[in-house]
């Protein structure tokens, strides 16, 4: 894949990695990689477990060597370089501070060993630790602070040393799901203030779409998908990428005819008018139709629907959740909002036959992608 079919950004990247694969032994990592990331870009490497986005890092950071390829960081070869000499900076998920220094002089520590004259030193550390709502915190250790406000000292610490880019390793992995949710906010926030290119790495579905400019969907050591956060979720490249992100509402089927006017036949026996370009006929394909674009009941004039049985239906507060069962055996999970009580004490329970409809603008046609799990998605609960 060239840079360019991989989404580069507008000018030159900062971060660029061209065919770059990693083995280890016999077993190989990642996979013919090519990534363009631009300057101020907030990236993020998302997949499940195993798929290979901490040794991408990893061999942007210069903590591993690419077996093949070229790693360029603002148009120079990095490949060779160890860490300290590379623009870069890493955050990690666990926060590796010095215990026994407090909070401005763990921050301090970079521009000490670089001999950066102390008044110089102070301002920046002073910046920094304002910037992450820690100025009050200066002089305290560590060990007096939560798992949140170590993380920002730690991000501190990194800021400080103005890097081209910072590399963020599940940063958030550790903190509890409130504490993460208000990191996420805080670390955006931080980012579009300095500017700095960001390369996060995550498992994380919606802290990917909650924080990210572009994600790169990774599977197996390859780029299943690059796009901006709304493509990722409404137009999934793959079926990979459509089970990853978000309830995985895949209806299999067959293209009867291609392109802008054509036409799929899903497996339970509808035919569906739909743009089925880049696909032939003959072609298997899924149909993925998001939860919430789903309605109960004939929907309006045009769109398709398809029969099946209401397995179950559960309460989540904001909104009802009811699976039903096609024909075919595939399961589609649907959310209808709770706004009105009288409406909601009106839908199907379980065991009703239902028609399930959607606009076609809400049906996007999926290749099947190679063999892959989506069983990890649940780590990220
Ligand atoms: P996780 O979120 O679990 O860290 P990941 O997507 O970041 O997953 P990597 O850590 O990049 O995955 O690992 C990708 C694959 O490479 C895994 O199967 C892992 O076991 C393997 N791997 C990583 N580092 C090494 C190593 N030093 N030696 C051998 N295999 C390794």
Redesign the pocket.
Known sequence: MSAAESGSSNGNPTVELRDVSKR??D?T??DDLSLAIGEGEFFTLL????????????MVAGF?EATEGQVLIDGADVVGLPPYKRPTNTVFQSYALFPHLSVADNVAFGLRRKKVDKKEADRRVGEELERVGLAREANRRPSQLSGGMQQRVALARALVNFPKVLLLD?PLGALDLKLRKGLQVQLKGIQRDVGITFVY?T?DQEEALTMSDRIAV?NQ?RIEQVADPEDVYDKPASSFVAGFIGVSNLMPGTVKTGGQAGEIELDSGVTVKAPTDGLSAGERCQAVVRPEKLSIGEGGRGHPSVEGLVESSLYLGTSTQLIVKLPDEVRMTVLVPNADEAERQQLPGGGAKVKLSWAPDHMHLVRESREHSTDDKEDAT
């Open positions: 280890f032994g077993f990592a990642v997949g499940p477990s195993g798929c290979g986005k901490t040794t991408t890092l990893r591993e599940e790495v498992h990774m050591g």
